[in-house]
C-alpha cells in the first residue's frame, strides 16, 4: 500500500469498466435513492425500488468486477482522476468545514435531548467533584468523553454552548487529519474525495450535534484505520511497534462508548492477517491493548458490567428471530434513505448518506471487488459487518450505535466517484467530479440547517417520546432574559418529579447562584424554579409578587405539565429561598445516586438518598410536595426499569402520594394520581371521590374529568 510509480499515474490510465457500465448503474442508483428517500413511496413499491434500481445494478456491477482478468486495471485509489485543489482553496474549505459545525451551535436542535443533558450532568459533577468513577449512569458508560467534556467546562464553564461545542470538535478532527493521512496510501484526487466527504457530508455533520460519547467513536474509528494501514506498510522486521500503536488504539477504544469492541476486533485480525498467526507483532499488539484495557476490565467485574447491554439486546425480545431478519433492512434504510420512525439521532430526509452519495457507496463498494482490490474490498466488507453488529443485535435502531460504519462509507463513496470520474474523457472528469462534490454539499448543508432544523422546531408535539423537554426549551429563554436584566439568580431544578434530565441545570448553571461557587447566592436579586402547573394556586398566595409561566401549553398532558415561576428576592422571602437553595442542592445530590444505579437494578437506594434529604424539606408544604412526588415517581420508575415487583412499588406509590397530600399541598395532580391508582385496584368509590376533588382544586390542568367520565362508563 506504499506510494510508488502507480501513485504519478496520468488522468489518462485505463481503469478496465467503461461508461457503458458505469453512467447507466450510476443513474439507475440514483433515481433509485431519490425515489426511497422523497417520493413517499409505499412499503411494496419500495421493496420493488431497491430490487431493480438498487440491487440489481449493485449486483451487475459486482459480476463485472469478478469477471475481469488481474493485471489489466490500475488501482483505482492511486490514480489521479483529476486536479487537485492547490492550498488556497484547502484553506477555504477547512474555514466553510469548521463554520458549518459551529453555525447555530446553541440553537439548530433547539434544545438538548435526555441523554445530552445527562451526559453534560455528569460532566458538570465531575468539574465540581472529581472522582474515579469510571463507569457512568444506567448504561455504564466508559468515561473519554465525560473527561474531555469536563476540560471544556474548566476552560469555558458549563453552558449549552460548552456542551454542543465539544462534538462539533471531534467530527471536524478527521476532516483536519484525513487528507494528510491518507496521501501515504492514496492518490491526491483521492484523498480530496475522502477528506471531502469527512468535512461536508451529512453523518459527519449530524455527528457534530449531539452532546453524546458515541459521536467520540468517529474520531477514534478514523484513527484506528490510520493505524491498521501504518502497520500493513510497515516492512517486515519493523512491525512491532507499529503493532504496539494500534494494540494502544484498539484498547483505549473502549472508553470511548459501548460500540468500539467490534472495531477492535478488526485491529486484531488486520494484524493476525498479516502476521499469519501469533508472531511477535501479534503479542506487541495484544501486550498494548491488555495494558490500555485493563483498568476498565477490573472496574466492569467489580461493578457486574452488562446489565444494560443485555436490558437492550435483541434476544431480550420475544420476537428476536423476526428483528435479527429486519435489523438490515431497518439500518439500511435509515443510513441511505431516511425514515421518520427512527429518526432519534439519525434522519428523515434522504439518509444520512445524501442520494448522490449514495450511489457512489454502491458503485464503490463494488469497485474494490475488481481484481487489483479485491483483498480491500474483501476487508472493507467485513469490516462493515463486524461495525454494524452493535446496531443489529439491540432491537432498536440508533444510528449512534454504527457510526464506526462511517469512515467506511464514506471510503465507499469515494471510490464510486473516483471509478465514475475515471471512465469519463479526460477534460470532463474536473467538471464532473466539481459539480458532484458541490451538488453533495449543497444537498447535506441544506439537510442541517434546512429539514433537520424544522424538524426540531415544528413538531415539537414528537419531542417527549425522543426525550427532549418542550417546556425545559420554553423555560430557558425567560430565565437568560431575566438574568441579562437582573444579574445571576437563584434557579431551582430539582423541584419537579424528573430527575433524570437535567438539560437545564446545565444550560442555567452561567448565571445560577444557587450552584455556580463563584456567585454569592446572598447577592441574588431574584429566584426562579420549575414545577407542576398544578402547584401555583398555592405558590400564587405564598409569593404574590412573583409572575408564572405556564410551559406546557398546548401540549397533551395528564398531569398538567410544568411551569416556571419567577420571584424578585425581598426582605420577606429570603429566609425561605435559602432554604430552597439548601434543599435544590440537597436533591440535586440525590441526581448523583440516580445516575450510579444500573439497568433493571432497584430504586431503592435512589429512594434512600430521598429519605436522606428529608430533613431540608420538613414543614415546608411545597418541599414536602415535591420530596414525595419524586419519591412517588421512583416507585413508577421501578415497574418500569427497575426489579418490576409491581405489588410492591403500587403499594409504596400509594403512600407516598398519601404522604405527598398529608404534608404538602393538596394539588389537583395528586389526587387525580391517587385517583388512577385506586381504580386500577377496583377500588372505585375512593376513585370517584379523589377525581372529584381534583376538579373542585381552584386549579385543575389534569385529566380527572376525564377519568371521572370513563369510570362512570365502567360502572354503569
Known sequence: ???????????????????????????????????????????????????????????????????????????????????????????????????????????????????????????????????????????????????????????????????????????????????????????????????????????????????????????????????????????????????????????????????????????????????????????????????????????????????????????????AGLILLLSPIRYLRVLLWGDP???????????????????????????????????????????MVLFLMPGLLAFSVNALRVIQCLPLALFCSAMGLQALAGVLPPLARGKVVLLALLTCAALDAYHLLGPYHHLWTTHQEAWPPIGKSVEYARAYPLLEEQSRKAGPGLVFTAFQDNLTDQSLTVASYPFNAALRPELDPANAQWAAWVCNINYQPFLQKRFPEGRWVWLAEGCSYEYGGLMLEI????????????????????LLGVVDVLMRRKERQSYDQVRQALWAAEPWVQGDPFL???????????????????????????????????KALALGYPTAYFYNERGGMEAVVGAKDRAREDFERAIRCSLDKTSAADNLKALAGKTN
Open 1 to 319: 500500500m506504499r506510494k510508488g510509480s502507480e501513485d504519478r499515474k496520468t488522468a489518462a490510465s485505463p481503469i478496465g469498466w467503461d461508461a457503458r457500465l458505469l453512467v447507466p448503474c450510476f443513474i439507475l442508483l440514483l433515481t433509485g435513492h431519490l425515489l426511497l428517500s422523497f417520493a413517499g413511496l409505499s412499503t411494496r413499491a419500495s421493496i420493488w425500488v431497491g430490487l431493480f434500481l438498487v440491487a440489481l445494478p449493485f449486483l451487475f456491477m459486482i459480476g463485472a468486477a469478478f469477471e475481469e482478468r488481474p493485471g489489466k486495471t490500475d488501482l483505482l485509489y492511486r490514480l489521479e482522476a483529476f486536479k487537485s485543489p492547490g492550498w488556497i482553496l484547502w484553506i477555504l474549505l477547512v474555514g466553510l468545514a469548521l463554520g458549518l459545525r459551529l453555525a447555530f451551535l446553541t440553537s439548530l436542535s433547539v434544545w438538548p435531548g435526555v441523554d445530552e443533558g445527562v451526559h453534560a450532568f455528569i460532566a458538570l459533577e465531575l468539574s465540581r467533584h472529581w472522582h474515579w468513577n469510571i463507569l457512568s449512569y444506567c448504561s455504564q458508560m466508559p468515561p473519554f468523553f465525560f473527561w474531555l467534556e469536563v476540560a471544556l467546562f474548566k476552560l469555558m464553564g458549563p453552558s449549552l454552548r460548552s456542551l454542543w461545542l465539544l462534538p462539533a470538535l471531534l467530527s471536524f478532527l478527521p476532516f483536519t487529519l484525513a487528507y494528510r493521512e491518507c496521501r501515504r496510501y492514496f492518490s491526491k484526487s483521492f484523498s480530496f474525495l475522502l477528506a471531502f466527504g469527512l468535512g461536508f457530508g451529512f453523518w459527519p455533520l449530524l455527528a457534530g450535534r449531539y452532546s453524546h460519547p458515541a459521536v467520540l467513536v468517529f474520531p477514534w474509528t478514523c484513527l484506528a484505520l490510520a493505524a491498521a494501514g501504518r502497520f500493513l506498510a510497515a516492512e517486515r522486521g519493523r512491525e512491532i511497534l507499529p503493532a504496539f500503536f494500534l494494540g494502544l488504539i484498539a484498547g483505549g477504544g473502549f472508553y470511548t462508548y459501548l460500540s468500539w469492541p467490534p472495531v477492535a476486533l478488526f485491529a486484531a485480525a488486520v494484524v493476525l492477517w498479516k502476521t499469519r498467526g501469533f508472531r511477535r507483532p501479534f503479542g506487541a499488539f495484544m501486550a498494548a491493548l491488555l495494558v490500555s484495557l485493563a483498568p476498565l476490565v477490573g472496574v466492569m467485574i467489580q461493578n457486574g458490567y452488562g446489565s444494560y447491554l443485555s436490558a437492550n439486546s435483541v434476544f431480550s425480545q420475544p420476537d
Open 341 to 383: 420512525h427512527y429518526y432519534f439521532y439519525s434522519s428523515t430526509w434522504g439518509g444520512l448518506l445524501d442520494p448522490l452519495a449514495a450511489s457512489f457507496f454502491w458503485i464503490g463498494w463494488a469497485a474494490l471487488f475488481r481484481p487489483e482490490s479485491r483483498k480491500i474490498g474483501v476487508g472493507v466488507t467485513l469490516a
Open 624 to 658: 414536602e410536595s415535591c420530596l414525595w412526588d419524586q419519591v412517588f415517581n421512583t416507585y413508577n420508575s421501578d415497574v418500569a426499569y427497575g426489579e418490576r415487583h409491581p405489588f410492591k412499588d403500587f403499594q409504596g406509590a400509594l403512600a407516598a402520594l398519601d
Open 567 to 586: 420571584v424578585p428576592v425581598t426582605k420577606e422571602n429570603r429566609d425561605t429561598l435559602a432554604r430552597w437553595t439548601a434543599a435544590n442542592q440537597a
